[in-house]
């Protein structure tokens, strides 16, 4: 069986022409808008509650518009947003060290390997420099220099220092800002909140996104909600390796059902392996825990020189030490975007000389910084961090050097989207890490939480109004046909998961999904180990639907049968991640095909086959999937050999 049919190409119909320094001022000035009395007709659902979710419906709330809130948590605020530490990006140039918003258009396009849309990452650096005002602005407590203005560092792929930072907290200090502009949405009587709901299904009328299908996880009862737009802000799909940085609860289902409905799912193979995680320590773990990148500003990576040198790191001198990311990329050092990072960390493991149990780690050392800066100021800035790896591994960070090796943290797939961030199905736009737009192979680090907010606050309640000019649409309702067949699709999902009642437990499957997709489509891919992932996923999804047991009934809260539909989407994306990395034969950002690397190790591209967005349309899981290609076209930044030597 083949596994994939090549259809027609896909274009960007939205996106301006012309220089590209003014295309988002003529984008805004072409489309359609909504006089703020018309808005109070119109609904907008906003499905999920981090950083583009809940500044989109805060925003769009504020405009006028009728906005209801969707997150699966028990309040918005434990969106896993909250997680994200080191800082977000913005081309402000405090610190007159040469950034600019072309400095950093260039750096995110040259960091996602030349695989992301000239026109979104444009419009994403011009953005940026208002998403640090509307945050002072809400009173989010950045980090200050001793005179009072606002501090920055480094991160990864950068040779300025563009990062705001609130400590090792900036993720929960943004969405906290974020959440109470939502609350007061919510206050006045604009936003209605539904926690504790799971989206199930997207409701497609005419080829319009009018509505979704929740599941109320307290009651177990099952509604259809409707409006003349439905904004998904979801998130990503790590959690599709099992192990990885994110959140239990953070799964790929909504998005996976407007893909079933319609919606393209673009490149899902790139997927972000962060660097600078603690490393394993056992089966017993469900997930791992991330450490900031911005640690690697002070912090030093290093492994012995020699294999299986097993001393106390104090008692490696230095001379026996080798700080390879310095030694590799003297430009930038410990600073290199994520991918490099973790590639070369696997490396040196690879060749046995590894740390800690099993070989599985690096040093992250801080002794150089404490002694130039004096562990008082190292507190000041990292604190919170080094008391959380204490915490889980017993070291302090203050004597010995951090523990860390790469796992699964961020994806830049998603959703396809055009310029206005609306996807293939008319009315269904799609924000934040839910769609692929702005970070090519590879996300540079602080970017996720820029993107959150751009699209959030700027971008989407700007291009939803060129969709809304034409409503309100035609009044929908539970008994509409399309809407009876979306809810009996859910409740016959639920029927069929509660029915199987086998022998093995949903995280049993959940772990050696991810122990399949970690080792054959993780850091390094292969044809022959990607065609052998295919066959293993089909064997476990057909046992999965033999064996699997959910305890329990569908009348309540019953946190199996929601892992269970969670991971059964997981399954038919596992699947298609690999099939998207198997057709891509090159390597770009973190996709690394073992068959193509240059001769020091370097990821490979393949310019001339393999410069375009991959676009997947679900044809009903019989058929294989059809594979539209969007090709990309470079102006400004020309494609080159990267290269942070």
Not at 319 to 332: A, G, H, N, T
Request: with cysteine.
């Amino acid at each position: 069986m083949d596994l994939f049919t090549e259809g027609d190409p896909i274009a960007d119909a939205r996106a301006p022409q012309g220089p590209i320094e003014t295309r988002w001022d003529r984008r805004r000035f072409e489309a359609k808008l909504v006089n703020p009395a018309n808005r109070r007709k119109l609904t907008v659902i906003v499905v999920g509650t981090g950083l583009a979710g809940g500044s989109a419906a805060a925003t769009l709330a504020e405009q006028g518009y009728r906005v209801r809130s969707y997150c699966y948590q028990d309040s918005p605020r434990r969106a896993h947003s909250i997680a994200a530490q080191g800082g977000i990006n913005a081309a402000k140039n405090y610190r007159n060290d040469g950034d600019s918003v072309h400095r950093l258009f260039y750096d995110t396009v040259k960091g996602g390997d030349f695989r992301s849309r000239e026109s979104n990452v444009h419009r994403l650096a011009e953005v940026s420099v208002n998403i640090i005002d509307q945050c002072v602005a809400q009173g989010v407590p950045f980090a200050r220099e001793y005179g009072g203005l606002l501090d920055t560092r480094s991160f990864g792929g950068a040779q300025v220092q563009r990062t705001f930072y609130a400590r090792g907290q900036t993720g929960q200090q943004l969405l906290l800002g974020a959440y109470q502009a939502l609350e007061r949405q919510i206050g006045l009587g604009n936003v209605e909140m539904n926690a504790r709901h799971e989206m199930l299904e997207l409701i497609v009328v005419d080829g319009r996104a009018r509505g979704i299908v929740v599941r109320d996880l307290v009651t177990g009862e099952i509604t259809s909600e409707f409006a003349d737009a439905v904004v998904l802000a979801s998130g990503g799909y790590g959690n599709v390796f099992y192990l990885s940085t994110n959140a239990k609860g953070c799964n790929v289902t909504a998005t996976w059902r407007a893909h079933r409905r319609g919606a393209y799912f673009a490149n899902p193979c790139y997927t972000q392996i962060h660097p600078t995680c603690i490393p394993v320590s056992g089966d017993h773990q469900s997930k791992l825990t991330l450490m900031s990148e911005s640690l690697r500003n002070d912090g030093r990576v290093w492994v012995p020189n020699a294999k299986g040198d097993d001393r106390a790191p104090k008692d490696i001198p230095e001379e026996e030490r080798d700080y390879y990311l310095e030694r590799i990329y003297p430009s930038f050092g410990n600073l290199v975007p994520r991918d490099i990072a973790s590639r070369a960390a696997k490396n040196v493991c690879d060749a046995g000389r590894g740390v800690g149990p099993g070989g599985l780690g690096v040093y992250l050392d801080f002794a150089d910084a404490i002694d130039r800066l004096g562990r008082k100021a190292i507190e000041a800035k990292y604190g919170n961090l080094f008391e959380m790896y204490e915490r889980i591994t017993g070291e302090d960070p203050y004597e010995v050097p951090m523990r860390i090796y790469p796992a699964v943290h961020y994806t830049m797939g998603g959703l396809w989207v055009d310029y206005d961030l609306q996807s293939t199905i008319p009315g269904l736009f799609v924000v934040g890490e839910a769609n692929f737009s702005d970070h090519g192979a590879n996300r540079l680090g602080a970017s996720a939480l820029m993107q959150g907010l751009a699209d959030g606050y700027f971008v989407l309640p700007n291009t939803i109004a060129n969709y809304l000019a034409a409503g309100p649409f035609e009044r929908v309702d539970a008994s509409h046909p399309e809407a009876v067949a979306a809810r009996r699709d859910v409740e016959d999902r639920i029927r069929r998961l509660l029915a199987v009642d086998g022998d093995r437990t949903v995280d049993s499957f959940h772990r050696e999904l991810g122990q399949i997709m970690w080792e054959h489509c993780g850091m390094e891919r292969s044809e022959a180990g990607l065609r052998k992932a295919i066959d293993e996923i089909r064997a476990l999804r057909e046992e999965f639907w033999k064996r699997v047991r959910v305890p329990g009934d569908g009348d309540g809260l019953n946190q199996s049968l929601e892992k269970a539909g969670r991971v059964a989407d997981f399954f038919e994306l596992a699947e298609l991640m690999c099939v998207d990395a198997l057709h891509r034969e090159e390597s770009c950002g973190g996709h690394f095909r073992a068959e193509h690397q240059t001769p020091d190790g370097e990821a490979q591209r393949d310019d001339d086959r393999f410069a375009y967005v991959a676009a997947w349309e679900y044809t009903g899981g019989d058929e294989p999937a059809v594979l539209h290609k969007e090709d990309l076209k470079f102006e400004y930044v020309h494609p080159t050999q990267r290269s942070y030597k």
